[in-house]
């Protein structure tokens, strides 16, 4: 069984790679979707991993499909669905790295993922059980996560959430924020950028933010804060832990990088979240920083993703 499993989106980012010479925008195919980049991050960093998904019955379904296996996740909760195709992401590349999405999701593979798809011996088996936000924009997907969850929470299994908003992919703000603050209440690791902070809780200060989410029920919070590092925060206080200064090329994936990286010291220390002691989840936060400053030096998420040669380097 895997340590770290994981649920949600798996698709194709068409990540913008320059122009032709007629001046048309040019773009790579690139493996993606927060929750399966989390699942390679911690496979490639040397953890047991499996991911939980639904892919369409075509050439992009089967490159997503060889792409995890290649990376070491185990695939047995990857569906194939012959009814609707791969969902896509065209992602364009700012001068700074980060990144604007436009999505191709109407008939897409990733939220048809349904109750009866879910592997729940693969949850129960788990340390750590992972999901998003995007699986909850629309049914079935919203059900089959929330059941996914509950199914951990009723066994004993770490619950880690990451809200990842995505504008385009939600009706309208307030849906959003009614949904992913509901999946809130499974949470013992949740994880939002400082972006998501009003979303979340309704507070933009980020210390602020991170208390309120430990006070509603997880057991540590850990606020991104880009290049200035991140900070967590338990029932005993808070931490700022700095980041590294690199040129950024690429933001795709970076904190799907950390997140992996987090979960798995977490993983790896045998304590349940609520006997990690602050030092230690801002030692966790500190190896996490360091990889997701490797990724973002690289092009597109999964294949900038970090070895844990690579992390202990910028260590």
Known sequence: MADIVTLGELLIDFTSV??????????AR???GAPANVAVAVAKLGGSSAFIGKIGSDMHGDFLRSTLQENGVDCDGLVTDPEHFTTLAFVS?????????????????DKM?????????????????????????????????????KTAELSGVTVAYDPNYRASLWENEATAILHMRDALRFADLVKVSDE?????????????????????????????????????????????????????????????????????????????P?????????????????????CVEGSGAIPSLPSIEDIEKRL
Request: charged share 25%; net charge negative; with cysteine.
């Open 18 to 27: 320059g122009t032709n010479e007629q001046g048309q925008l040019l773009f």
């Open 274 to 294: 609520s006997e990690i002691t602050l030092d230690e989840a801002a030692d966790f936060a500190r190896f996490a920083n360091a990889a997701a400053s490797v």
């Open 113 to 149: 993922l349904c109750v009866d798809d879910i592997p729940v011996d693969k949850i129960n088996g788990s340390t750590i059980f992972h999901f998003g936000s995007v699986s909850l924009t629309d049914e079935p997907s919203r059900n089959a996560t929330l059941f996914a969850a």
């Open 93 to 109: 590349i700012r001068d700074d790295g980060e990144r604007e999405f436009s999505f191709a999701r109407k008939h897409g593979a």
């Open 30 to 32: 690139n493996p993606g």
């Open 196 to 272: 998501e902070t009003l979303l979340l809780t309704g507070e933009t200060d980020f210390r602020k933010a991170a208390e309120i989410l430990v006070e509603s029920g997880a057991k540590i919070a850990v606020v991104t804060l880009g290049k200035d590092g991140a900070y967590v925060c338990t029932k005993s206080g808070g931490a700022k832990v700095d980041g590294y200064k690199v040129n950024a090329v690429d933001c795709t994936g970076a904190g799907d990088s950390f997140w992996g990286a987090f979960l798995l010291k977490v993983a790896q220390s045998g304590k349940t």
